[in-house]
């Protein structure tokens, strides 16, 4: 697909996979929205990205239904919309620690954000467009401290598989990471961050954890093949099967 004056709108785009999606579609000649809850980070993803002219940002918390609809009351159309967002602060913790307000915030940003987001962008889209989320691998090998990710993760993808029915012909996917090497990892590991992810390079069948350009890959995969809706695409190094 030539990306040539397709317009892209990434919600968590100031950081991470997002971010790395953000750059590889600026590239390819994309007009790109990146979209997130702190103006600062947005400002220095600018920065980085070297404030080129396709690029705007927009601040909007996705699991607030009236900024959500405000954004798409003042966005032109659009392609397509991806959300990397994930607000997992206090949510890694066993059983009896977890906190609801925790739990609350990641139902909030990877199941109902995406949800309000298809709600009130689809309108938006042209015929040949998509919807594109982020779930993980947590769905499908659970871990201690993980539960409330697991379960988010397993409903997202099935909110997906629904979405591509009801808002055919636009199509709905998901990109399922394995452990990726991102920011998001200081919530999950803290100090412990670097280590952490060297252990799972050594047991995972690629020798390497994930970069954000890999995610972004799969996303620019996902945008481009008319032919994939309903989909769940695994991009976490053989984590699945080890």
């Known amino acids: 697909m030539d990306m040539d004056k397709t317009r892209i709108l990434i919600v968590g785009g100031s950081s991470g996979m997002g971010l790395a999606l953000a750059r590889r ?3 390819e000649g994309a007009g790109v929205t990146i979209a997130g809850r702190g103006e600062a980070k947005l400002n220095a993803a600018r920065e980085e990205l070297g404030h080129p002219a396709a690029l705007e940002t927009a601040v909007v918390d996705i699991s607030r239904e009236d900024e959500v609809a405000a954004l798409f009351a003042r966005i032109g159309g659009l392609d397509h919309i991806v959300s990397t ?3 997992i602060e206090g949510a890694y913790r066993l059983l009896p620690e977890i906190e609801l307000e925790a739990a609350q915030r990641v139902v909030e940003s990877k ?8 709600k009130h962008g689809t ?14 691998i947590a769905a499908y090998r659970p871990a201690a401290r993980g539960s409330v990710v697991a379960a ?4 997202l993808e099935g909110l997906v598989r629904a979405l591509a029915i009801e808002l055919a012909p636009i199509r709905v996917n998901a990109v399922s990471p394995g452990w990726v090497d991102t920011p998001i990892w200081q919530f999950v590991a ?14 995972l069948p690629v ?11 799969a996303i620019r995969f996902l945008i481009g093949n008319g032919f994939t809706t309903g989909t769940t695409l695994h ?3 053989g984590h699945r099967l080890v």
């Open 235 to 237: 991009v976490e190094g």
């Open 190 to 203: 803290g100090d412990a961050k670097n280590e952490t992810l060297a252990a799972m390079a050594e047991r």
């Open 111 to 118: 199941f109902y954000g995406p949800l309000l987001l298809a």
């Open 207 to 217: 020798g390497r954890v994930g970069r954000p350009e890999d995610i972004a890959d």
């Open 25 to 27: 579609c600026l590239e």
């Open 85 to 87: 967002a994930a607000a």
């Open 152 to 155: 988010v993760n397993a409903a």
């Open 123 to 136: 309108p938006k889209l042209s015929a040949n467009g998509s919807l594109t989320f982020v779930s993980g």
